[in-house]
């Protein structure tokens, strides 16, 4: 099946610095990547939507200059938490989408969690 | 909007077999997934289902009913390791964008 892979697993920074999260996929070409986040027993809520090549389309109460998404080719996506704070602290998923099985699936990554002390 | 609802937990037996339902009211609807996620791991994808009935894989079966607007998801000789929360998805019509529940923490008990 389609692995997509997520650099860091775990990454701990300190207030105010920036931090970025690599997203790829191995063995697939992904067209659309998206970016998630989990609160703890929580669901997941989409952040943004990345399509190769072009801007990402945040979702309504993301702020796009605090949450920098790059999708320079069609296996790698970066998101940035720029001057992150406390409450940044997350489990942050992507998933791509565009092979595998079906171009309807979306393979996730193992996540990221982020902790800003 | 999105409103998917499932229940927040359910605790079974070794050996026996749970239903976790899903409803949903969504402004569209191209198919609904159902998704494992164990304690800080990613979702793995389980099921799909975009026609009505039943779609059976193994020990794991989902079923849709798209007029009802709800799915359920079917674990049978549960193990200790199905131990974790399943996620109800909803994708939209015209984006391939997901929509989640809440999720069902489902506990398997000896």
């Known amino acids: 099946g389609a692995v997509v892979s997520q650099h860091p697993s775990r990454v701990i920074c300190k207030s105010g610095t920036s931090v970025k999260i690599e997203c790829r996929s191995l063995?697939?070409?992904?067209?659309?990547m998206f970016w998630y986040r989990q609160f703890p027993k929580k669901s997941l809520m989409l952040m943004a939507t990345?399509?190769?090549?072009?801007?990402?389309?945040?979702e309504q109460g993301v702020e796009k200059d605090k949450f920098l998404i790059n999708h320079a080719s069609l296996t790698l996506s970066t998101l940035t938490v720029t001057s992150a704070h406390p409450e940044d602290s997350s489990f942050y998923i992507c998933?791509?989408?565009?092979?595998?099985?079906?171009?309807?699936?979306?393979?996730f990554g193992p996540g990221t969690r982020l902790t800003v002390t | 909007g999105q409103n998917i609802d499932q229940p927040t937990e359910m605790t079974a037996t070794e050996g026996a077999i749970v239903q976790i339902n899903c409803t949903y009211q969504?402004?569209?609807?191209?198919?609904l997934f159902w998704y494992q996620q164990h304690a800080g791991e990613a979702p793995t994808f389980l099921s799909y289902?975009?026609?009505?009935g039943l779609e059976e894989k193994g020990r794991f079966s989902s079923f849709l009913s798209r007029s009802k607007g709800y799915s359920y998801l079917l674990l049978k000789e549960l193990q200790m390791k199905d131990s974790a929360s399943y996620l109800c998805?909803?994708?939209?019509?015209?984006?391939?964008?997901?929509?989640f529940g809440a999720g069902t923490t489902v506990t398997v008990r000896a």
């Open positions: 998805a909803v994708r939209d019509t015209n984006d391939y964008k997901l929509s």
């Open positions: 289902n975009v026609l009505d």
């Open positions: 969504t402004s569209g609807f191209n198919g």
């Open positions: 998933s791509a989408q565009g092979g595998g099985t079906g171009s309807y699936e979306q393979y």
């Open positions: 990345s399509n190769e090549g072009s801007k990402a389309t945040y």
């Open positions: 063995d697939f070409q992904a067209t659309t």
